[in-house]
């Protein structure tokens, strides 16, 4: 799998220290996102903040699959479905 640049903010992101008030997730002190003060808003900046992580990780996945499992029909099952996963954090699908 070609590993393309993405215009998103460059990795690592971060969750800012104070959970009492509005949640941050950060990127060398540029605010990718802000989040409500609740369970459901912390739960999703400790994910957002994984996802440059969680992309680079798939793309390794696929790209091993690639060059070791390409005649294996399971294997590729989940490298199609995580080429479009990739496509979808990179916005280029809708």
Known sequence: ????????????????ANFHQTQ????????????????????????ISAAPELLAALEEIVSFLETNYDHNAAAMKYCDSSIEAIAKAKGETQ
Do not use: I, R, Y
């Open 1 to 16: 799998m070609e590993n393309k640049k993405t215009n998103h903010t460059p990795g690592p992101w971060a969750l800012s």
């Open 24 to 47: 941050k997730v950060v990127s060398n002190d540029c605010e990718v996102v802000k989040l409500p003060p609740t369970e459901v808003g912390k739960a999703n900046a400790h994910l």
